[in-house]
């Protein structure tokens, strides 16, 4: 059996970064902890618009979905799903019989942002093409939080599928669409910080 060259390795190893890894330096839990840390207060009562039990607007997503742009996409999973999830489902008192879907699947599924990061950053001639590709990351993040949780809805709430997400879908998609409006006012400094922390985690082991 051939051994694998050193370029092999060295491509191996890129790749597997692109995936995973960066929650493991010291730059990267940091972040991660303030992200998910800003995240819990905007998911505070008095910060958020309550229409409903379980419905209401806020930016919780916002910070969630910067973490999503940092970080690659299983960090981002573990960070955003079992990490905040778990701790949000404690906070909201729910039960944990809707830990898997309502918090695990629904909010780790803004991880998927985290595959559009090469090209919301790539260096376009118009910044309008980088404004599309983290518009269709959005979304697709959103929608797939959507379609969790109305897996929930049918399971705990005795809904349709259908029905769960007419329930879902308001005030998910409004938020959504805030934040990423708070992420276009924001893009400038994203370019600048996701550019210097990618040289200071590289000194990381």
């Known amino acids: 059996m051939e051994q694998a060259t050193p370029t092999t390795k060295i491509k191996f190893q890129q790749f597997v970064k692109t995936l995973y890894g960066r929650i493991l330096t010291v730059h990267g839990m940091v972040e991660m902890a303030a992200l998910i840390a800003l995240a819990i207060v905007f998911d505070l009562p008095f910060l958020k618009i309550r229409i409903g039990e379980a419905q209401s607007f806020s930016l919780t997503m916002l910070p ?15 960070g955003i799903g079992f990490i905040y999830g ?5 906070i ?4 944990f019989n809707t830990l898997p879907f309502d918090y695990i699947l629904a909010y780790g599924s803004l991880s998927v942002i985290s595959l559009f990061t090469p090209l ?8 309008l093409l980088n404004f599309l590709f983290l518009t269709l990351a959005v ?11 109305s897996v929930s809805s049918v399971i705990f709430y005795e809904t349709t599928y259908w029905g769960g997400i007419v329930y879902n879908a308001p005030t998910m998609a409004i938020s959504g669409a805030v934040s990423l409006s708070m992420l276009f006012m924001l893009y400038q400094t994203l370019v600048i910080f996701n550019n210097k922390l990618q040289k200071q985690d590289n000194t990381d082991l």
């Open 64 to 78: 969630l979905m910067i973490l999503a742009l940092r970080f690659p996409i299983f960090d981002s999973f573990i």
């Open 139 to 149: 979304i697709a993040g959103v929608t797939l939080r959507i379609l969790w949780s």
């Open 86 to 90: 778990f701790i949000t489902n404690v």
């Open 92 to 95: 909201d008192g729910y039960g």
């Open 120 to 127: 919301v950053f790539k260096k376009n001639k118009t910044v």
